[in-house]
């Protein structure tokens, strides 16, 4: 169940190959004219900032509906140029993919279901060719038409009442990527009321890209972090044989319940155990199994997944979360190289290879 690595998106040039090569002289990432995407980088930077402490970089910003850092060593001619670029990619990134963004492409094509195809370019074609393979490996579990779902289910909005079976019926007429229609260079939801919203991937699959950005642009390690979704390579400035992670305990936020030694490799959490609302004592979360219609409800309060790429362990952990603990641990321990835990109220069940990589 392994995910092929993603383009670099955002034309840069292509990776230096051999794990010796000297870095391409770095390229600028260019900001989009489309988008309004210099709107979003204005707000970007208004949050972003740096400082060098214990030998590496620390870029830090709000991006993506989450706080992003970024830790990382490069030699004095090429840190200011890579942090300039890391913003203005994930700038462009955002004001391209974001539902929250009235001038997304998201927008665009959710603004056209049911009536007009929508021209994509070379890069949003490989988006959705990747959202394609997401949702065959995950059997459906990923599915980016899910918003009518989401919708319905908003953890943020005051409710009184949970929704009824004719209103989750009616959102799930609207949801399933099969009924989308694709042909290169264009989309089109077919029936009106369809969304598309790439929150399921979207951070993990930029967590992995600006990563590569700074491999490309000069960086001899690196720690990207958005929202504890994160991306290594290289080692640590302070000497240690690996970058160490905690992951946070859902049954008391904000204390890790142990930590991983990760190296070269990525760290994903899906949980429900912030963005929830409760109802006459009744919890509900915020991740919806597409398949009932309904919030998942199994006992599970996190999913942590270690693998190759942060879009590979975000689409596993949030698999694994849906699944529950039983299949999920099944497909943790089926799958060549990756390792995870599930986190439940009273008890916490780890894959074989946890273990080598836990440091606590």
């Known amino acids: 169940m392994l995910v092929r690595p993603a383009h670099l998106i955002m034309g840069e040039p292509p990776r230096p190959s051999g794990p010796s090569a000297a870095p391409v002289q770095p390229v600028p990432v260019r900001l989009l004219d489309d988008f309004n995407a210099a709107a979003m980088m204005a707000r970007i930077q208004k949050s972003a900032r740096t400082e060098f402490r214990n030998g590496a970089h620390e870029l830090t910003f709000q991006a993506l509906g989450t ?47 049911g009536k007009d195809w929508t021209v994509l370019d070379a890069e949003a074609d490989r988006i959705f060719a990747l959202c394609h393979e997401l949702n065959f490996l995950t ?33 799930q007429a609207l949801v399933g990527w099969r009924q989308v229609k694709r042909a290169p260079g264009k ?12 929150g399921g991937m979207g951070k993990e699959f930029a967590v992995d890209q600006v990563a590569q950005l700074a491999q490309l ?17 290289g080692l640590p400035p302070d000497g240690r044989p690996a970058w160490h992670i905690g992951l946070d305990d859902p049954r008391q936020p904000g204390k890790p319940w142990t930590g991983l030694a990760v190296r070269e490799a990525a760290v994903a ?35 942590s997944v270690l693998a190759p790429s942060c879009t590979q362990a975000g689409m596993l952990s949030t698999s694994v979360f849906v699944l529950g603990p039983d299949e999920g641990m099944k497909l943790l321990d089926g799958t060549l190289g990756v390792a995870g835990a599930v986190v439940m109220e009273n008890r916490t069940i780890v894959s074989r290879r946890f273990h080598e990589h836990a440091t606590s």
């Open 187 to 198: 989309i089109l939801l077919p029936k009106a009321g369809m969304s598309l919203d790439l």
């Open 217 to 233: 642009q000069g960086c001899t390690s690196a720690l990207v972090d958005f929202g504890a979704d994160v991306r290594v390579f």
């Open 67 to 113: 706080q992003c850092r970024i830790s990382f060593v490069a030699p004095p001619q090429y840190a200011s140029g890579f942090a300039a670029s890391a913003l203005t990619w994930v700038a462009n990134f955002e004001a391209k993919y974001s539902r929250y963004w009235p001038d997304s492409l998201i927008c665009r094509i959710n603004a056209a279901a």
């Open 269 to 303: 959490t899906s949980g429900d155990y912030v963005r929830k609302f409760e109802l006459n004592g009744v919890r509900v979360g915020h991740i919806v199994d597409v398949r009932t219609g309904r919030p998942v409800d199994n006992g599970v309060r996190a999913v």
């Open 139 to 171: 059997r459906g579990i990923f599915d980016p038409t899910a918003l009518p779902l989401l919708k319905l289910w908003d953890w943020k909005q005051p409710r009184t009442t949970l929704p009824s079976d004719a209103e989750i019926a009616a959102a």
